[in-house]
């Protein structure tokens, strides 16, 4: 181990479309974690691995904790909850606009109650508000729960995300090179083409496909000419989901599809041949041993 050099985990958490993949994404300069309108669209943990001179920062990318509504929200929240125990520290994302505590907020505050891993609260999105406006903010969560600090960023335009890289430093012990240099996720890459082809369904549908979207990607082979076939199914719960899915004449499906292979090219370095199905898989997010199909484990 290089003298003085500091590695672990960091674990960020925080309510549905606060910015944690944006903040994530940003700090390894490369779109990993899928960002979308809408919430809770990150479902598994992504390891993004930030690497510098004197450190290696293992980001955490948990599942939004919530109130579950069903089987796949309890497993959601499961994960996360697991994830805080075994983390160096965690980043507890809330937004400037927010005056004050939300229930959702409210939710994952008492979650940490329990826990002993050291809190920095990071209030996002300060490019939308007032200097003056995030003192509030500040007072508003300092008042229920002891954080190890504050810091106030702005994922989108990477305002005083050096400060907070120096605030996670403190916290993080002194450890080994966990990953190489040039690693920046392990998560394997049918995974990420499976979050980029969600992401298009649903910023491509707008509000009319819910979350009961999953993908799964069935085949992926070298073809000649340097072409990889990639076979993805979307399984949505209703006929009419699919419907709007494939669209008139298939136009959603085209169109869903070439931008996803766009993404996918540029993951892949190489051009891909995206063949892209939909299938209904009725009620699919109540039925655990669907879920394990899909490739949400829980690791306990
Ligand atoms: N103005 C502004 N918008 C932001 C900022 N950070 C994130 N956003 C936007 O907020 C929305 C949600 O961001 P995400 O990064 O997907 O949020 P998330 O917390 O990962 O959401 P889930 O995956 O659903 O849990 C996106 O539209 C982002 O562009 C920020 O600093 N400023």
Known sequence: MAEGFKSGF????????VGKSTLMNKFL??????????????????????????????FLDTPGI?????????????VAYNALKEVDLI???????EQEVGTGDRYILEQLQEIKTPVILVINKI??????????????????????EVVPVSAITGANLQALLDNILKYLPEGPKYYPDD?????????????????????????????????????????????VYVRAVVYVERESQKGIIVGKGGQMLKKVGAFAR???????????????????????????NILQGFGYKLDT
Do not use: C
Not at 66 to 78: D, S
Not at 127 to 148: E, G, M, N
């Open 10 to 17: 960091v674990a960020l958490i925080g309510r549905p479309n």
């Open 127 to 148: 490019d939308l508000v007032q200097k003056d406006a995030i003192l509030p903010v500040i007072d508003a969560y300092t008042a229920r729960k002891q954080f190890a």
């Open 66 to 78: 919530h109130k579950p509504k069903h089987k796949l929200g309890e497993y959601m929240v499961q």
């Open 183 to 227: 690693i920046i996720s392990d998560q394997p890459e049918r995974f990420v083409m499976a979050e980029l082809i969600r992401e298009k369904v649903l910023e491509l549908t707008r509000d009319e496909v819910p979350h009961s979207v999953a993908v799964d990607i069935e085949e992926v082979t070298a073809r000649k000419n340097e072409t």
């Open 29 to 58: 300069g490369q779109k990993l974690a899928i960002m979308s309108e809408k919430p809770q669209t990150t479902r598994n943990k992504i390891n993004g691995v930030l690497t510098g001179e004197n450190y290696q920062v293992i």
């Open 262 to 288: 766009q993404d996918i090219e540029n993951l892949l370095g190489s051009k891909v041949y995206l063949d892209l199905w939909v299938k209904v898989k009725k009620d699919w997010r109540n039925r655990a």
């Open 91 to 97: 980043l507890f994302l809330v937004e400037a606009t």
